[in-house]
């Protein structure tokens, strides 16, 4: 099992843009032994320190195998969509751990 924390930052103004990526591409970790566990959207008042920029969102996704993984990330599907997170997001810290 391994656990994907990725931290999302958003271009401005592309907030649609993003959600409609969000609406494809988050129904297709299932497809690969995955599971979303946490979505978060933090406001402002819910950082109590932060020494990077706060992000757009967080999500908290877990695979079976890093080959579960890969193959989300290689899915043809969400790869016909692409552009709309390339649109839309100015950039993403994915950090991959273990539960412990």
Same mark, same amino acid.
């Given at each position: 099992m391994i656990y994907i924390t990725q931290l999302i930052y958003i271009k401005e103004g592309q907030e649609s843009v993003f959600h409609q990526f969000e609406d =494809?591409?988050?129904? @297709?970790?299932?497809? +690969?032994?995955?599971? !979303?566990?946490?979505?978060?959207?933090?406001? &402002?008042?819910?950082? =109590?320190?932060?020494? @990077?920029?706060?992000? +757009?969102?967080?999500? !908290?996704?877990?695979?079976?195998?890093?080959? &579960?993984?890969?193959?989300?990330?290689?899915?043809?599907?969400?790869?016909n969509f692409l552009h709309l997170k390339d649109q839309s997001i100015k950039t993403s810290i994915l950090i991959q751990g273990i539960k412990l």
């Amino acid at each position: 099992m391994i656990y994907i924390t990725q931290l999302i930052y958003i271009k401005e103004g592309q907030e649609s843009v993003f959600h409609q990526f969000e609406d =494809i591409a988050i129904p @297709i970790i299932a497809k +690969y032994n995955g599971q !979303l566990l946490l979505r978060v959207r933090p406001v &402002d008042n819910s950082f =109590i320190e932060h020494h @990077i920029d706060k992000p +757009y969102e967080i999500h !908290l996704v877990k695979f079976e195998s890093e080959q &579960d993984f890969g193959n989300f990330m290689r899915d043809e599907d969400r790869k016909n969509f692409l552009h709309l997170k390339d649109q839309s997001i100015k950039t993403s810290i994915l950090i991959q751990g273990i539960k412990l």
